[in-house]
Every structure is written in structure tokens, then in C-alpha cells.
């Protein structure tokens, strides 16, 4: 089994250290950025709303996302602290707009200290990264937030299971598969959690980097 790289022991203290913090967050730092505030906007998230970044690395869109959003509105997760830390002190335009207490380490998807004002979601290239199951358990834990309205969050398909069965190259060029990362799912296994943990899928056209593809889930 090929061991993710993001799991590797030091592997983040040595990129920040050597000023990588951009490249380790799947470069095309701006261009991505830039796709995920287009979508959010598309879905209705205006200054008074309250967003939850999940596995947010450095920052990439809390640097476009803290700006927009009123005082405080903005919330990030990821699992490695020291990564959210450097992207608040050389990513934001203005640090002061978000405190140090928004940025929470949490590597199961347990949202630890997330207050329940959070109205929007969005975990971007975050879940092709990872085995299935945790998009299940944030799902699953992020019905919670009883003010939530919606997630957004973007995986890599496979059409149908004996395709998902060997590697499958996108149609940005990214090869992916089904139990190394990075993962490709079938929709339908998409929908069945949905169904299972509490939500409604819609599936966007929008053309995002790398060929992934966009979901909105809402509560059910």
C-alpha cells in the first residue's frame, strides 16, 4: 500500500520550514483559490455568513475568504496546525481579521470548538487525499451545526465499478484510484452516504482544476 505522503512523520514541519507551504497544499495556489471563493458565491455565502474551511492547509482560500467575510465569520480545520498557523501569519492581507482560536487541528473530522453560528462548508481537494470512510464521518459529524445550510466538497469519480477497479487518468491529467491516493469514487457511493448520514447531493458542472468534480450537499 502506498502510504499517503501528507502522513508521513515531519512532512509538514520540513516544507513549511523550507518555505513550500504553497506547494504541499497541491499548487496552483491562486487559480484554485480563486475556484473555491467562484463557488462558494455561486451558492449564496454572503459577508454575514459563518464558514467552516475544512482542511484548510495554509490557507488558500482563507485568504481570499477572510477579506469577504464580516469579523470573525471564518473558521478553519486541517490536521496540521503549524500549516494553518503559517498561512494566517503570510497568506491574509490582514492577520488581525482572524484570531489564532479559528484555526483548529482535527484529523478525524470532529470540528472540536467550531461553534454552532457556522451556516457554510467547504472541503475543497481535500477528500481525494483520503480513504472513503472519512468523507462518511464528516458527514455524518457535520450535522451537528444545526444553522448549517450547506457543504460543498469535491472529489474524483470513477463511472462505473469495474473502471474504479484500476487506475483511471482524469480529464485534467491527474491518474487516480480506488485504494491509493489519490481516490477516485463511484457517485453512487456518494449518494448512499449522503442518504445514510442525513444529506441531498447535487452535482455541479462546473469545470474545476485537476478534473475534479463538485458537490453540494444540503440537509435532507
Excluded at 494553518?84 to 492581507?93: A, Y
Excluded at 478525524?108 to 462518511?136: Q, Y
Excluded at 462505473?160 to 485534467?172: G, V
Amino acid at each position: 500500500m502506498v502510504q499517503n505522503p501528507y502522513d508521513t512523520a515531519g512532512f509538514h514541519d520540513t516544507a513549511i520550514a523550507a518555505g513550500r507551504h504553497r506547494a504541499i497544499v497541491g499548487g496552483r495556489w491562486d487559480e484554485t483559490g480563486r475556484a473555491q471563493m467562484a463557488a462558494l458565491l455561486a451558492a449564496g455565502l454572503q459577508p454575514h455568513h459563518h464558514l467552516l474551511d475544512i482542511g484548510a492547509g495554509a490557507l488558500r482560500l482563507g485568504c481570499k475568504a477572510v477579506p469577504y467575510l464580516d469579523p470573525g465569520h471564518y473558521w478553519a480545520t486541517d490536521a496540521s496546525l503549524p500549516l494553518l498557523r503559517i498561512g494566517r501569519e503570510v497568506e491574509l492581507p490582514n492577520p488581525t481579521r482572524l484570531t489564532a482560536d479559528h484555526l483548529i487541528a482535527d484529523a478525524a473530522f470532529d470540528f472540536p470548538g467550531v461553534p454552532d453560528s457556522i451556516t457554510h462548508a467547504i472541503a475543497f481537494a481535500l477528500f481525494p487525499h483520503l480513504p472513503m470512510a472519512h468523507l462518511r464521518r464528516a458527514l455524518t459529524n457535520l450535522r451537528r451545526f444545526p444553522r448549517l445550510e450547506m457543504l460543498l466538497f469535491t472529489v474524483f469519480l470513477a463511472p462505473d465499478a469495474a473502471s474504479a477497479a484500476r487506475p483511471l487518468r482524469q480529464p485534467d491529467g491527474v491518474v487516480t484510484h480506488d485504494i491509493r491516493p489519490p481516490y477516485h469514487l463511484l457517485e453512487a457511493d456518494l449518494h448512499h452516504f449522503a442518504v445514510q448520514t442525513g444529506w441531498h447531493l447535487t452535482r455541479s458542472a462546473t469545470v474545476l482544476p485537476r478534473g475534479q468534480v463538485l458537490f453540494a450537499a444540503t440537509p435532507a
